[in-house]
């Protein structure tokens, strides 16, 4: 709700007694605080959008252009997610650039044009950021940085509609419609909608890549590489080698795991590291100062047992080889398989708690990688020329701003995308994007087998024959829990259909979809589950 501060003052100046001198004092106060408070006081919108991803980003573009009053309350303090935090080797699922439309085709012709080209694969974190502080500055786009949803008691519901979020800072944002486009779906279970966390039984939704995935039954051949993305030597688990009564190494589990078993675990997080061998512009990796030998036994094991690849999928950025994503891979990879399993629940404190550990976890991995003696000499060598960019992430420490947070809560709605969707073995009738990537999960967790050894869970990976539609009704809650709410990020899928859908490109259209619903819902009066599909449909152009 937006204040006319000069009429307020015309009306003071009437009123006062006070000298002409003092008169002027006071307008001058008020003038010079106009703006700030213009800016920064919450109050009554259209749209919110409360969101830290790319999908945020969208959606409140959409929004605005819509001709809808929104605002972006944002978590972070930086715009576009994963896409500006170092994920900058974007998926786009092969070939099938056609699936990407709307805002999403704008930001990487922006990131594209930065580099002088039509189109580019891959960008460095700090033009992604660039091209999203540029598309939200020119749609006039109002960002409140920093403001955490007040889990408990922030979200004023009235039967099934949010009236409003507070923020811990103590700030109301007060609107018609909400958008939840976090990662971790937040403001979405604090409105009391249903949803889950973990992988569903195979039973469940009748998906045979569903739930637990051993390593040694069911081997993954991953899309970069002709041979098996697992291990491939026989790795001693225990602390001392042969030793079962010395305790099992970090990470490692003594598990009965049967294929097809659901459970509450979710796939490993990393963080996308931005690394380069430019001497110029590199920052050597230190050994941190909570580093454990003992951590990385398992990575140097793998070594001694003979798996010789390197563990990393690395992508240049920006056509350049001397600046790349750095992403895990292999048997032991950059992935802190089985310490993330209670984020998407956690407190804001133990989540960065969470965050920390990962971050002391990667730098003790790229250093072992780079210097210890047991890591043969050629991995050796080429680890260690990779170091932090000093043009990235410059007010963080040159570190990734955001955690890959792979999957968290996902929505249960009157829809829910599956295995099925993907193998287009059920068509969803009302898509709102497209996705086509590979149904794919990293590392679950470590488990000793039968025989004695270290061996992987929960990799999948199997690419959908062609693009498929993403349903309308999967981001949206159910309608008797909450009918001015969509859900663009923690979309109601299984932890199979999840693991194709969950691309960059695809969360920015469904963030727009989801802000195209909302305007439709508020132009006329209606819940987001009772809008007119078609027109829905002529908006989003599937």
């Known amino acids: 709700m937006k204040t006319n501060y000069r009429r307020g003052l015309k009306r003071i100046v009437r009123r006062t007694d006070h000298s002409p001198t003092m008169v002027r004092i006071f307008i001058c106060i008020i003038l010079c605080l106009e703006p700030l408070t213009a800016q920064s006081a919450p109050g009554d919108y259209d749209i919110v959008v409360y969101g830290d991803s790319s999908a945020a980003v969208t959606a409140a573009i959409s929004a605005k252009r819509d001709g809808r009053d929104v605002v972006l309350v944002n978590p972070t303090r930086f715009l576009g997610g994963m896409s500006a935090s170092g994920l900058g080797a974007t998926d786009f699922g092969g070939a099938n650039l056609n699936i990407v439309r709307g805002i999403a085709s704008e930001f990487y012709k922006g990131v594209a044009s930065q580099y002088g080209r039509d189109f580019i694969r891959s960008f460095e974190p700090h033009v992604g950021q660039q091209v999203f502080r540029r598309m939200t500055e020119e749609a006039g786009i109002e960002v409140h940085y920093n403001e955490f949803l007040d889990r408990e008691n922030g979200v004023t519901m009235d039967g099934n509609r949010i009236l409003s979020i507070t923020t811990l800072s103590g700030k109301t944002y007060r609107a018609k419609m909400f958008i939840d486009a976090t990662y971790v779906g937040d403001l979405m279970a604090a409105a009391g909608v249903s949803y889950t966390v973990g992988r569903e039984s195979k039973s469940q939704y009748g998906e045979s890549i569903a739930g637990v995935r051993r390593g040694d039954t069911s081997p993954r051949i991953h899309y970069t590489q002709k041979d098996k993305d697992h291990f491939v030597v026989d790795v001693d688990p225990y602390v001392v080698a042969g030793d079962p009564e010395s305790g099992l190494l970090p990470l490692v589990q003594d598990l009965n795991l049967v294929n097809g078993t659901g459970d509450h675990k979710i796939q490993a997080y990393n963080y996308r590291m931005c690394l380069t061998s430019n001497p110029?512009?590199?920052?050597?990796?230190?050994?941190?100062?909570?580093?454990?030998?003992?951590?990385?036994?398992?990575?140097?094991?793998?070594?001694?047992?003979?798996?010789?690849?390197f563990p990393a999928l690395?992508?240049?950025?920006?056509?350049?080889?001397?600046?790349?994503?750095?992403?895990?891979?292999?048997?032991?990879?950059?992935?802190?398989?089985?310490?993330?399993?209670?984020?998407?629940?956690?407190?804001?404190?133990?989540?960065?708690?969470?965050?920390?550990?990962?971050?002391?976890?990667?730098?003790?991995?790229?250093?072992?990688?780079?210097?210890?003696?047991?890591?043969?000499?050629k991995i050796r060598t080429y680890a260690a020329k990779w170091g932090l960019p000093k043009d990235e992430f410059t007010d963080n420490d040159h570190w990734p701003y955001m955690i890959y947070i792979r999957e968290a809560r996902r929505m249960i709605s009157d829809y829910v995308m599956t295995q099925a969707n993907c193998e287009h073995k059920t068509i969803a009738e009302d898509p709102v994007t497209l996705a086509v990537f590979g149904m794919d999960s990293h590392v679950v967790q470590y488990f000793v087998n039968e025989r004695g050894f270290v061996r992987r869970d929960g990799v999948i990976w199997q690419v959908p024959p062609s693009p498929y539609g993403v349903s309308y009704r999967s981001i949206v809650p159910k309608a008797e829990e909450c009918e001015n709410l969509l859900v663009p990020v923690c979309l109601s899928a299984s932890h199979v259909a999840h693991g194709s859908i969950r691309m960059e490109p695809v969360f920015m259209g469904l963030g727009e979809a989801a802000a195209a619903a909302a305007g439709l819902a508020i132009e006329n009066d209606q819940s987001v589950q009772g809008i007119d599909y078609a027109k829905l449909k002529e908006r989003t152009g599937i």
């Open 280 to 309: 110029d512009n590199r920052i050597p990796i230190e050994k941190p100062a909570t580093y454990r030998a003992i951590d990385h036994e398992l990575l140097i094991r793998n070594f001694e047992a003979g798996d010789d690849r």
């Open 314 to 377: 690395i992508e240049n950025l920006g056509g350049r080889d001397d600046k790349v994503d750095w992403n895990s891979m292999h048997a032991i990879g950059n992935d802190f398989g089985g310490a993330n399993w209670d984020y998407p629940e956690a407190t804001y404190q133990r989540r960065r708690e969470i965050e920390e550990a990962h971050k002391e976890y990667t730098r003790g991995f790229l250093w072992t990688l780079g210097n210890n003696p047991r890591i043969p000499e």
